[in-house]
């Protein structure tokens, strides 16, 4: 096994290098596992920043309780089961300190780009690895990649169960099958299969390079992707076959796919509780420029004009799983579950941008609902709308500031007793104490014209294929912590939060 420790920021950890993500390094993907099976197994907590933590949240326990109720929510809407109420402490939060990197078992196998090669190998096998971390085919010195791996589809029919270490996937994903590494017409007995054979008898003894793989068609390179033996011992012409799959379970099929970053993605839960703070020169400078501007923006029947600024902000930021595949079909796995109740995380005191929606945009979204027929709830809308515009929001920002994307971060509630306001979303820095990137825009009148502008007028409108609810050219971005489900620019339009243009 191959592992490592990572000195990224925390945030940027979080985001990365939780339990069961993938992250690649020269070349290579690795899986964030351990040998022990614990949950959250390959996480060392950092005991300081954890206290810390904890006396955060013994002073702001609404924190806590809000990033608990979304974490309920999700996991009910995912699996059909509800975690349990909790009268005192919902959830307590691990800070890591030390994330253990290992590759994965099933992400070690490699094959030969050759295709008269093709040849498979085991990373362990290998003595010597290129400056890309990954060998040269021993037999043509062709380059090598990893081998496809069957990652679970979940069956919409279904519904899966929360048990106590979070929702149960078994073996999660799974590599190709053992056969596969040597001739696939040759049986156990040694008896041979192959078409063309005459005596059907193999005259090898079992080697554990003899299988290869091969893309017959570089432009679908998964569907193409076909176990064949271009150097049969016998010199047989063996005809290539299609890659055997998994057994179908009870709840989910298996799909194949290449392993790669981007196949799975954190399950995230943040809060914020914001806060005035006298006498700070900078909040008392950005919110000046900022203030006059609402209007040209913002319809002032929906968005709070006084309430809508540049603020201190108390956050708290979970991992509370990962979800592998896609956004539709994927499965998820959380970290808690029905009698546990830790999840990876931070608290910092940070600063950002805060928007309040009045309870007005209930009749918006009613007028919405009984035009198109809709059965979702008022909050279920509602919630579409601001998981949308924050993501308006958080796309614009590393555009307009120049920092990594991991600079920015955001989450919105929705307040239930509907009394002076309905809802606010919070984008903000993601670094304790504040990078400087949000008050860097609002500070400057044209660059914040001009990235509220952008919001209003493209992103929203999807500048690239208008989509019917979003994609990766207008809202869609990294490390959604609804994995860039609930989002539909359309309605985020129709909500009347934006003036027109």
Known sequence: MIQGTTTRPLSVTLRTLYPGAFASYQGVIFRVVSPGIEVLSGVSEDPVKSEKTEEVLDNYPELAQKVYKIIQQQVLEDTGSRLPDKPTRPIRVRVPGKVDLRLDETLENVYCTNIHCGTLWKLRWSKQKTSRGLPQ???CGSRVQQAPIFFPVIDQRSTLSVGAAGIQTGSEIQCLPNRVFFCHYKTPNGRCRAPTSTDHQCVTEFRDMLGSLA?????????SLKIHNPDCPKKLDVPPIDVPRPHRQNDRWFSLDFPRESLNVPLTASSVVSYDEKNDPEIDEVNEVLKPLLGQFFKNDIVDFGDTKFTHMHMLETVYGYRLGNRISGVTT??????????????IDTKGFQITIKPSIYEKIQQYRQSRNIPNTDEEILQVILHSLKHALLVEMPIFTGLDENKFHGTFEINENKEGWAARVYVYDTEDGGSGGFSTIIRNRNILETMLDDVRLRRINCPVRDCQHACKHCLYIKNCGFVNRKLHRKLLIHSGIFQAE
């Open 334 to 347: 959380s970290y808690i579950g029905i009698s546990m109740k830790t999840v990876l995380g931070r608290a």
């Open 215 to 223: 893309i017959f068609d570089p432009q679908r390179p998964i569907e």
């Open 137 to 139: 085919c021993a037999l």
